[in-house]
């Protein structure tokens, strides 16, 4: 971070806290949003992406839906988690309803008439990731119902979840189990989830016999859903199997129904040969841990009870052994204190003061 930018952030920091006694500082990040937009939108996006809510991080939701870079900076994995993505997504999708069709249209259009200006492959995965989890029923269909048929696979694969979600067809999933990519067959299955239908059951039950297990799976979670049978045998045996990845996948299964009747099983899978099976044992019972117990803060979480964000740092850590990499820390900068008592934000002299010192 640069000596400006470090104050910029100073005074910005300073004008959410006095928004509501200061007048002066909503026409401070305006001017700021106007003169400095750069600078303005990485300080604001640190704000908002705290999750705390007031009328000034409403006011700076609206001065970021102006800046241009916004929708790549929501689609790009380097900026966060999905889980992430989709909270500050959702501040924006609250002061501007029609948010999720600028974001659809900055994905590949129908008549290729967008892309070279479109996302890439790994922002289009990350803003159907967004869409799906934020935008409801069919409006966005004629934006993006082509996607399906995308040559990236990874994009046709996200793009037939969502649409397979609202489209909410058991003959539109099995005219994508045609596709030779298991990631679109295995989300087509998934995208019916719910469907109590005679023709989605049949299509469920077919797939409990498919060759590639993730779309096995996710017909055995369809099945368990709309509760026509049980699937108990048919996860014991799978669990039991020959195949590594079928024993992965019933761990799977398992954690998703979430009961604690499956506990024993998975205990005893966690010790399996393959570390696959054992990995997605070990997650599946935090989730079925999550599911049995709430959130545990404050004078529990100092008792050493299971916290939330404990589960969730476990169940990353079961998931991939993360490298992390340690810098040394920057320094940071202090205005003078006579300045700072007598700043009003009101933006005529935010970029620079001579008097300040490091501190280590």
């Known amino acids: 971070m640069t000596f400006q930018e470090k104050i910029v952030e100073k005074y910005m920091d300073r004008a959410m806290q006095e928004w509501d006694a200061n007048p002066l500082a909503m026409g401070f ?6 003169e400095a937009p750069a600078i303005f939108f990485e300080t604001a996006m640190k704000h908002l992406r705290t999750g705390e809510a007031s009328n000034a991080h409403r006011f700076l939701a609206v001065l970021a839906l102006r800046q241009e870079e916004l ?35 900055r994905l590949p259009d129908r008549g290729y008439t967008n892309h070279a200006e479109a996302f890439d492959g790994a922002r289009c995965t990350r803003a159907l990731d967004i869409l799906d989890s934020t935008s409801r029923g069919r409006r966005l269909l004629p934006i993006l119902g082509h996607l399906p048929n995308s040559s990236d696979h990874r994009v046709a694969a996200k793009a037939t979840l969502f649409v397979g979600r609202r489209v909410q067809s058991a003959a539109w999933s099995a005219r994508a189990l045609s596709n030779s990519d298991q990631r ?37 979670v369809g099945l368990h859903i709309v509760g026509h049978r049980s699937i108990d045998s048919e ?96 320094a940071e900068i202090e205005l003078g204190e006579d300045h700072l008592s007598s700043l009003n934000p009101d933006g005529s002299s935010y970029a620079a003061f001579p008097q300040y010192k490091y501190v280590r």
């Not at 900076?73 to 609250?94: C, H, I, M, Q």
Request: aromatic share 4%.
């Open 29 to 34: 990040l305006r001017r700021l949003a106007n």
């Open 235 to 330: 996860l014991t045996s799978l669990s039991r199997g020959q195949s590594a990845d079928r024993r992965s996948t019933s761990a799977w299964v398992m954690g998703k129904i979430g009961q604690e009747r499956w506990t024993d099983a998975l205990t005893a899978m966690v010790k399996d040969e393959h570390p696959q099976v054992r990995g997605m044992a070990l997650r599946s019972l935090i989730e079925i841990r999550r599911h049995d117990l709430p959130a545990v803060t404050g004078e529990g979480a100092e008792n050493g009870l299971v916290t939330e964000p404990a589960l969730d740092e476990l169940a990353r850590m079961a998931a991939r052994a993360e490298t992390m990499q340690i810098e040394s820390e920057p």
């Open 184 to 220: 679109v067959r295995a989300n087509a299955i998934e995208a019916i989830w719910g469907l109590d239908s005679p023709a989605a059951v049949q299509l469920l039950e077919k797939c409990t016999e498919d060759k590639n297990n993730r779309v096995m799976g996710n017909a055995l």
């Open 71 to 105: 929708t790549s900076y929501l689609a790009s994995p380097a900026n966060g988690t999905r889980e992430a993505a989709v909270k500050l997504f959702k501040r924006f999708l609250d002061v501007d309803p029609s948010f999720d069709v600028k974001l659809a249209r």
